[in-house]
């Protein structure tokens, strides 16, 4: 059973480029987050969804980032014009449930934006 | 809303000796999930062990134990025997009940010393 799978797992953009990362969560799992570690601190929450449809974006900055799980495919978490502000660690984690239960973790993405 | 913390920054430990990594919580919601995980240098984020607020035990998974506190709203990990292996940054997180999103600490850095 294959985990969390993360790509690209690192990505480097020039200023004002887009990034584009992408999450398959575990086979089953119907429930994606999104979380961003910055250097030297703990991850912090983006966006939560499930397919097709967005239940928290409470942790997602309000401009140039979106998040999406459509039906069918990965999810995918875009920065449009990036800065240098968003370099970091972007980690995917999936469960099959939506509550207190356990989330499974992807290897992470680092953008480094140049 | 909640929130975790790690008051440990770094801490040491002789190989073989047993370490205590310390984590509060702070919620009024009755019903939440305490986890634990380890950050290497590599990068991932690796499931160490679970607690739910209604478990009676404390939980342990191998080396790893959960000193769970209700009433002090405390979930230490006790990691025994320690091995080189462990030194990594260690995270304590909360995810509330529907609620699907983690709060993460901080982290404590852990070196286990030869």
């Known amino acids: 059973n294959a985990g969390v799978m993360q790509n690209p797992r690192h990505l480097v953009r020039r200023r004002g480029q887009e990034a584009r990362l992408r999450c398959s969560p575990m086979k089953g799992h119907s429930h994606v987050y999104w979380y961003r570690q910055l250097p030297e601190e703990g991850l912090k929450f983006m966006v939560y969804l499930q397919k097709e449809n967005i239940i928290d974006e409470s942790g997602m900055p309000k401009e140039r980032f979106s998040a999406e799980f459509p039906k069918e495919g990965p999810s995918i978490l875009r920065i449009q014009q990036v800065v240098r502000g968003d370099s970091a660690a972007y980690f995917c984690?999936?469960?099959?449930?939506?509550?207190?239960?356990?989330?499974?973790f992807g290897p992470g993405t680092r953008l480094t934006v140049t | 809303a909640q929130k975790i913390t790690q008051t440990q920054p770094g801490m040491f430990v002789q190989e073989k000796e047993a370490v205590t990594l310390d984590c509060t919580y702070d919620t009024s919601d009755p019903s939440y999930g305490l986890f634990w995980y380890k950050q290497p240098s590599s990068g991932e984020m690796i499931f160490l062990i679970y607690q739910g607020s209604y478990d009676q035990q404390n939980a342990t998974e191998g080396r790893y134990s959960l000193n769970f506190q209700k009433a002090r709203k405390s979930a230490n990990l006790v990691i025994s025997a320690s091995q080189l292996g462990d030194s990594a940054m260690y995270f304590c997180a909360m995810s509330l009940q529907r609620a699907g999103k983690s709060t993460f600490g901080d982290g404590t850095t852990l070196t286990v010393k030869p």
């Open positions: 984690a999936s469960s099959s449930q939506g509550d207190q239960g356990e989330q499974y």
